[in-house]
């Protein structure tokens, strides 16, 4: 018997017949004798609905009440799931994030969990009920409801089975595992077997939808066995074949070591760079433009400084596309001025490109290709950032799905069986 940690987003849950297959999906695992803590998102479509209408009473929401508005949408899907389980003769039952005290800061919108109480959790699973809890969501130390940003479910979940000791956590979703790209863009991609912890953070912090990128963090930290699987199959599927579907997101000593070089290419298109101009060159002045960002709790990406010419120097860096105007205001009212710089430039139509793979370690020419390939298709480069296992460039946004597609064949993805 295994204590496995199940997790069901949006679309998983979209209606009540999709909630009556996860509950028969469900039974299927509870009959084979694992204990089971499941965690859900809102319904696909529901927290969105649920933003909108707290932006028609106030146009810019204040950030506590946005979250005790926005955590309704988890506390029905509990509560509908946990009732076609007892339906089926099953013992059951729901709980909030507050409720299984799950410990956040007070970062409302985007908190973090600091700890998580599973005391109550571990003695519903002894007195064998399935415990089903919303994700996305928690409470700070001052009894604030708080949420955990978009695909904070899947955060949730991991966390939940870090503190459970899990054998496992299935991310059950709509698609069927991690691919060398986006099928959508290229159709030959690829899925993936198996990923390691460290390909798959950054597939997720490049732009990769599959995971939440806190989600990964969580799971390689506290070494949590991580599978993304497909919630569209058959719920009467044999457990063994489900068990070891889709993709493994593991270590990277168990990885073959014929593994291929490049494991994807993943894309960002909500991006946008800023420069500012004619920055004087001396210490600390990165801090003094990026120190008020920080402030603003806006997240900065990929960061350049040109060579220093007669003193001064380009600055530029990037942010999602939705801060970019935030950005800017910041940048105007507290940072132009007060350093010297000469004006303020930005573009809010780039897209960034990345090659990820843990056989960049021991493989020369990667970049080349990669920069060989995207002159062929005449695609200009921003930017560029790299790191032991990846290489980012940022091109317009136009060009973005060309560059994913010569890549994928110019690393031969289409042939992948990792």
Not at 92 to 100: F, R
Not at 174 to 179: L, W
Request: charge should be negative; proline fraction near 2%; aromatic fraction near 4%.
């Amino acid at each position: 018997m295994a204590l496995i940690v199940h997790k069901y987003g949006g679309t998983s849950v979209g209606s009540v017949d999709r909630i009556e297959k996860v509950a028969h999906r469900l039974e299927k695992w509870h009959r084979a004798g694992h204990q089971l803590v499941v965690v859900v998102s809102a319904m696909s479509g529901e927290t969105n609905r649920l933003i909108s209408l707290a932006k028609e009473v106030q146009q810019n929401p204040d950030a506590r009440e946005l979250d005790v508005v926005a955590s309704t949408g988890e506390q029905v899907t509990v509560g509908l799931l946990a009732m076609a389980l007892l339906e089926r003769g099953l013992k059951a039952k729901s709980y909030t994030g507050p409720q299984v005290h799950v410990l956040t800061d007070s970062a409302f919108n985007k908190a973090r969990i600091l700890n998580i109480d599973e005391k109550k959790i571990r003695a519903d699973l002894a007195s064998g009920t399935i415990v089903v809890v919303a994700g996305f969501q928690g409470v700070d130390e001052h009894g604030n409801i708080t949420t955990l940003g978009r695909g904070g479910s899947d955060t949730s979940a991991v966390a939940l089975a870090a503190a459970l000791k899990a054998d496992e956590c299935l991310i059950y979703t709509d698609v069927d595992g991690v691919y060398t790209t986006d099928p959508r863009i290229v159709p030959e991609a690829q899925r993936l077997h198996r990923i390691t912890f460290e390909e798959m953070l950054e597939m997720a912090s490049l732009g990769s939808k599959v995971l939440q990128l806190r989600s990964v963090e969580f799971a390689g930290k506290y070494k949590v066995p991580l599978r993304v699987l497909s919630s569209m199959t058959d719920a009467d599927t044999p457990l063994e074949e489900e068990a070891a579907s889709g993709t493994l997101i593991t270590f990277e000593e168990d990885i073959k070591m014929e593994k291929a070089v490049i494991s994807g290419v993943a894309f960002e298109r909500d991006e946008a760079k800023i420069t500012l101009t004619h920055v004087p060159d001396r210490p600390g002045i990165a801090y003094q433009i990026l120190g008020p960002i920080a402030d603003a709790n806006i997240d900065v990406d990929m960061i350049i400084q040109n060579i220093s010419v007669d003193g001064t120097t380009d600055f530029s860096f990037t942010v999602h596309r939705n801060e970019y105007e935030k950005a800017i205001g910041v940048l105007e009212s507290k940072v132009k001025d007060h350093i010297g710089a000469k004006q303020i430039v930005g573009d809010p139509k780039i897209a960034k490109v990345s090659i990820v793979g843990i056989g960049m370690r021991s493989h020369v020419g990667i970049a080349s290709l990669m920069f060989r390939t995207l002159a062929e298709e005449g695609i200009n480069m921003q930017m560029i950032s790299t790191s032991e296992i990846k290489i980012s460039v940022v091109v317009e946004d136009k060009y973005m799905e060309l560059a994913v597609r010569a890549l994928h064949k110019a690393f031969g993805l289409e042939q992948v069986a990792a």
